[in-house]
């Protein structure tokens, strides 16, 4: 039970009047002065704030009290065994529905972090962090008080059922440049180096880094950057698995494409009409999807010449805003993406159509990744409102909404991973969440 002023205030007014706010305390309307002299404190912005706060702490509390319901009404763990038993459900769809059940019941745990150097622990906030494909280790950016951001390895073989332990090692040599977009590379083995884009000065900079120098190992036994050079603001960035296009990575730029090879330090660039917010190669095929903040989606064959004009765009869809983030699936020939109009859907690349949405993603201005698990069948986005939402892949029915640990706002967005491998071939389920200064473990019981 809530105290009755919680309760109160966290009910809508009865209607929204322009120029008034409502007061639920007092159950009256107010005048919203005009003015630059205003000292009223109540403004719309600041009542929505307080509105958004009382749902999370609610939200937090029913958490902690596991009032958590299941994803799907009458269905449980029982209910599966049996209808399983009885030929009723494939092995397929059985082991989705049971990460949905397990998805339903995650509780949040910190994690204690450890660092050689214990003065950089914990001292600065998380902005991304970012799995490799084994989900062995997270590659970090902090951002620090006197500008630009650090980066750091966390190494998640110490995340066991019963102890939450991570061991982080930051890199002392890059400091002080802002990024943009991160992914991992595979240049002599899977994921042995990382892909950085972002503003070091202007013009802007992109970097290809060997993991190595985050190790544990004496500093100067450490090898130097592989490659680095200037460009324009960087939004994206995406390396290439395809033997046809080995050793290239690709960065999104203003209003252009650039596909360097890291290895012979040759570099085609691709004309475009909208900023490139959004990247990723197909492993199958030389092919690159582009998603823009026109709206538009469209692929590149890596394999031809540079080309004047559009002539050289392959596949072409369509968003009503700004594609902030794209994801092919295993098979490719479906494509899921997001927009800053909070739209999530997949696409038949195919017949060029889409043919599921994903509804309850919020989104207005910001950069956000898409999290797709086909193995699991679950789709996880962080809104801009800081909830974590996970939907079913199959249906695009909405089975979690979790809030975040801290208060929402703009430098407190949390940035996760989903594995049901956290630490390896033999690790442990569940979501990762880092904000602020904090890392979480939502964790299948």
Same mark, same amino acid.
């Given at each position: 039970s809530y105290p009755s002023d919680f309760v109160t205030f966290c009910s809508p007014p009865p209607q929204e009047l322009p120029g008034f706010y409502y007061d639920s305390e007092k159950n009256r309307y107010f005048r919203l002065l005009p003015g630059h002299n205003n000292c009223n404190p109540l403004t719309k912005e600041s009542i929505q704030y307080k509105a958004m706060e009382c749902k999370r702490l609610r939200l937090l509390e029913e958490e902690?009290?596991?009032?958590?319901?299941?994803?799907?009404?009458?269905?449980?763990?029982?209910?599966?065994? $049996?209808?399983? $038993?009885?030929?009723?459900?494939?092995?397929?769809?059985?082991?989705?529905?049971?990460?949905?059940?397990?998805?339903?019941?995650?509780?949040?745990?910190?994690i204690e972090i450890h660092s050689p150097d214990s003065s950089v622990a914990g001292t600065n906030n998380f902005k991304v962090i970012?799995?490799?494909?084994?989900?062995?280790?997270?590659?970090?950016?902090? *951002?620090?008080?006197?500008?630009?951001?650090?980066?750091?390895?966390?190494?998640?073989?110490?995340?066991?059922?019963?102890?939450?332990?991570?061991e982080m090692y930051d890199n002392l040599y890059f400091t002080n440049r802002k990024v943009n977009a991160v992914c991992w590379a595979s240049l002599t083995h899977p994921d042995s180096h990382l892909c950085l884009m972002g503003i070091a000065e202007t013009p802007?900079?992109?970097?290809?880094?060997?993991?190595?120098?985050?190790?544990?190992?004496?500093?100067? *036994?450490?090898?130097?950057?592989?490659?680095?050079?200037?460009?324009?603001?960087?939004w994206s960035c995406a390396w290439c698995l395809n033997p046809q296009a080995d050793n290239c990575f690709s960065t999104g730029l203003t209003r252009r494409v650039l596909v360097t090879n890291v290895v012979t330090g040759h570099r085609q660039t691709f004309g475009t009409s909208s900023d490139v917010l959004a990247q990723q190669f197909a492993t199958q095929?030389?092919?690159?999807?582009?998603?823009?903040r026109s709206g538009e989606i469209f692929s590149i064959d890596v394999r031809q010449r540079n080309r004047k004009g559009q002539s050289w765009k392959a596949t072409r869809l369509f968003h009503g805003s700004a594609v902030t983030s794209i994801h092919l699936?295993?098979?490719?020939?479906?494509?899921?993406?997001?927009?800053?109009?909070?739209?999530?859907?997949?696409?038949?690349?195919?017949?060029?159509?889409?043919?599921?949405?994903?509804?309850?993603?919020?989104?207005?201005?910001?950069?956000?990744?898409?999290?797709?698990?086909?193995?699991?069948?679950?789709?996880?986005?962080?809104?801009?409102?800081?909830?974590?939402?996970?939907?079913?892949? $199959? *249906?695009?029915?909405?089975?979690?909404?979790?809030?975040?640990?801290?208060?929402?706002?703009? *430098?407190?967005?949390?940035?996760?991973?989903f594995s049901s491998r956290l630490g390896g071939s033999r690790g442990v389920p569940g979501l990762l969440m880092a904000v602020k200064q904090d890392l979480y473990h939502f964790s299948y019981i």
């Open positions: 902690e009290k596991q009032k958590k319901k299941t994803a799907r009404a009458g269905l449980n763990s029982s209910v599966l065994l $049996q209808r399983r $038993q009885l030929g009723m459900l494939s092995s397929t769809s059985y082991c989705r529905l049971v990460h949905e059940l397990k998805v339903s019941c995650m509780q949040r745990r910190k970012v799995a490799d494909v084994a989900c062995e280790r997270i590659f970090t950016v902090n *951002d620090v008080e006197h500008g630009g951001c650090k980066y750091g390895i966390i190494n998640l073989s110490g995340l066991g059922k019963e102890s939450l332990t991570v802007g900079s992109a970097s290809l880094l060997p993991a190595s120098l985050f190790s544990s190992t004496n500093p100067g *036994d450490r090898p130097g950057m592989l490659c680095s050079f200037k460009i324009s603001t960087a095929t030389p092919v690159l999807y582009n998603g823009c699936m295993e098979a490719e020939h479906y494509l899921m993406a997001a927009d800053m109009a909070g739209k999530i859907k997949l696409w038949d690349l195919r017949a060029a159509k889409c043919v599921r949405q994903y509804k309850g993603h919020h989104n207005e201005y910001a950069v956000l990744p898409l999290h797709v698990n086909e193995e699991e069948g679950l789709l996880t986005a962080v809104g801009q409102d800081c909830y974590t939402r996970i939907w079913s892949l $199959q *249906d695009a029915h909405l089975l979690r909404t979790i809030p975040s640990p801290h208060p929402s706002a703009k *430098d407190a967005i949390p940035s996760v991973v």
